[in-house]
């Protein structure tokens, strides 16, 4: 059984040193892996490996490295056998799935997870909101600005952290009235870690602060060379446009902060039918398709979710 030890923080750059090779899926950020759900981690013939418990879901993300994989993928899958659990492999792209196919041919049955693929768009875009396209996104930060017309864009610092503290904590409490039955849990839970200790995770953010009330906040983390990843975002429901408004105001930092910088991925939409819609109106550069298998013989022979 491969020995899986809890994400330890203190070894960020050696984490870092393989999940470089992860390229821009969100599922490879570091503060993704410290923030959500369970993550064990092991370096297994000179690859990084996760074992991934969040959401009622077990699996092995893809792993990482260089050299012969097949060793390690083989390992995956004694590990899942002795423990008495299917064996899935999460973030796989189209070469990955070609891979697993060629090393295992006819061994696992591939699906295509359309609610984890990352929405990645021009920094540009986002920052500039140009064009017609935009018509609607621009409208929204006008009738912003309008009603808050001494709002400012503040970095994230320990001097207005309990602030965005605070307005977390209410806008929480406020769903969990509004909707009991909602799922928002898992988020709480990651978004809590975060604010935590924004700064232990090297996350950067940014707050609109009017007077010394939040009415929304982003946070983020350096995903490659020239890729963002958005990981939080909230606004006060009743600060009409301000997400556009933040949306914004975060892709012009970055950009003005990292001019190598040419993307934002802000993840994906979990299958939310208001989520999709959202991202998919600020017009993606393109969508990081994602796949993960499962090997036959843990099949049905149906095409299932993960367990």
């Known amino acids: 059984m491969i020995d899986f030890k809890k994400l330890d923080v203190s070894r960020r750059e050696e984490y870092q040193s393989y999940l470089r090779f992860g390229g821009r899926m969100c599922e490879y950020s570091f503060v993704n892996l410290a923030l959500w759900g369970q993550q064990r981690a092991a370096v297994v013939d000179g690859f990084l490996t996760i074992f991934s418990q969040a959401n009622r879901r077990t699996l092995y993300l893809y792993p990482l490295g260089q050299g012969e994989i097949k060793p390690v993928l083989d390992a995956i899958i004694a590990d899942a056998r002795q423990r008495g659990i299917s064996c899935c492999i999460a973030n796989l792209d189209a070469d990955r799935c070609a891979l697993l196919e060629k090393l295992y041919p006819g061994k696992f049955r591939f699906h295509r997870d359309r609610d984890s693929f990352d929405y990645v768009y021009n920094i540009d875009d986002l920052a500039d909101l140009k064009g017609r396209k935009f018509q609607r996104k621009r409208n929204l930060l006008h009738r912003f600005e309008d009603a808050y017309p001494h709002c400012q864009a503040e970095t994230i610092t320990p001097g207005n952290l309990p602030a965005v503290q605070d307005m977390v904590y209410q806008w929480y409490r406020k769903k969990h009235l509004d909707n009991p039955m909602g799922d928002f849990h898992l988020e709480e839970v990651a978004m809590m870690r975060a604010l935590k200790d924004p700064a232990a995770l090297e996350l950067e953010g940014l707050a609109l602060m009017d007077g010394g009330e939040v009415l929304a906040f982003t946070f983020g983390s350096r995903l490659t060379e020239d890729t963002f990843d958005i990981h939080f975002e ?7 446009g301000a ?4 949306n914004r105001a975060f892709a012009s930092y970055l950009r003005d902060k990292y001019p190598q910088l040419r993307y934002l991925n802000r993840e994906d939409d979990l299958g939310l039918e208001g989520l999709r ?9 393109f969508l990081l398709e994602k796949y993960w298998a499962q090997l036959e013989e843990d099949t049905d022979g149906t095409e299932t ?3």
Do not use: G
């Not at 909230?234 to 009409?240: F, H, I, L, M």
């Not at 819609?277 to 550069?285: G, I, M, N, R």
């Open 277 to 285: 819609d959202a991202k998919l109106s600020y017009y993606p550069a």
């Open 243 to 246: 997400y556009p408004a933040i």
């Open 305 to 307: 979710p993960l367990p």
């Open 234 to 240: 909230k606004a006060k429901d009743s600060a009409y």
